[in-house]
């Protein structure tokens, strides 16, 4: 079965700019979600398809993707975006789905 | 409001069973596939098992594959997971989620999760 690689941490200063990035084969084939995840609370969607945000995300949360490669940028990141992110995709081998490790974003 | 409640989480004897139910409203249940997802203290999200809109198509975590079972009733907006054989490492908070499939394949809408503490 694929895997998504994340790195486990990210801090960013308020209103400035980052990069969450999620690795793995599964991303050549299929697009990958990403899901913010605060503590105590249930995952919620934040990006999925090429670059697209469910209704209530803020348009500072956008998606991007290059051959194995998914990101999620958060432009100007908030105090309220200290979350873990999680990637998600379809398993490249299978009707199965994988979850990349989940990076922690601190915001400073 | 689209809504999905979890329920029939506990704690649970290794070797025991339990069965969790997920209540859909707010939406046309049986036109989606649905998924269980489960996360165990500290840890991240472990995708556990799906199944189609009129469960045609099932699939499983090799980590769950011979103990779980998943099912729907449509005519009830209900999701089910029988959990048997249950071991110590299937200690997680368990969400339902809606699937919305090919070609983007997401899940849009979760549940706030049941916990099952599997534990002698």
């Known amino acids: 079965s694929s895997e998504l690689t994340q790195d486990p941490a990210v801090s960013v200063a308020l209103g400035q700019t980052v990069r969450i990035t999620c690795q793995g084969d599964?991303?050549?084939?299929?697009?990958a979600s990403w899901y913010q995840q605060k503590p105590g609370q249930a995952p919620v969607l934040v990006i999925y398809?090429?670059?697209n945000r469910p209704s209530g995300i803020p348009d500072r949360f956008s998606g991007s993707s290059s051959g194995n490669t998914a990101s999620l940028t958060i432009t100007g990141a908030q105090a309220e975006d200290e979350a873990d992110y999680y990637c998600?995709?379809?398993?490249?081998?299978?009707?199965?789905?994988?979850f990349g490790g989940g990076t922690k974003l601190t915001v400073l | 409001e689209v809504q999905l409640v979890e329920s029939g989480g506990g704690l649970v004897k290794p070797g025991g069973s339990l069965r969790l139910s997920c209540a859909a409203s707010g939406f046309t249940f049986s036109s989606y596939s649905m998924n269980w997802v489960r996360q165990a203290p500290g840890k991240g999200l472990e995708w556990v098992s799906s199944?189609?809109?009129?469960?045609?198509?099932?699939y499983y975590a090799d980590s769950v594959k011979g103990r779980f079972t998943i099912s729907r009733d449509n005519a009830k907006n209900s999701l089910y997971l029988q959990m048997n054989s249950l071991r110590a490492e299937d200690t997680a908070v368990y969400y339902c989620?809606?699937?919305?499939?090919?070609?983007?394949?997401?899940?849009?809408?979760w549940g706030k999760g049941t916990t099952v503490t599997v534990s002698s």
């Open positions: 199944i189609s809109s009129s469960s045609s198509y099932i």
């Open positions: 398809g090429k670059n």
């Open positions: 998600n995709s379809r398993d490249s081998s299978g009707p199965l789905w994988v």
């Open positions: 599964s991303l050549r084939s299929y697009y």
């Open positions: 989620a809606r699937v919305k499939g090919s070609p983007l394949y997401y899940m849009d809408v």
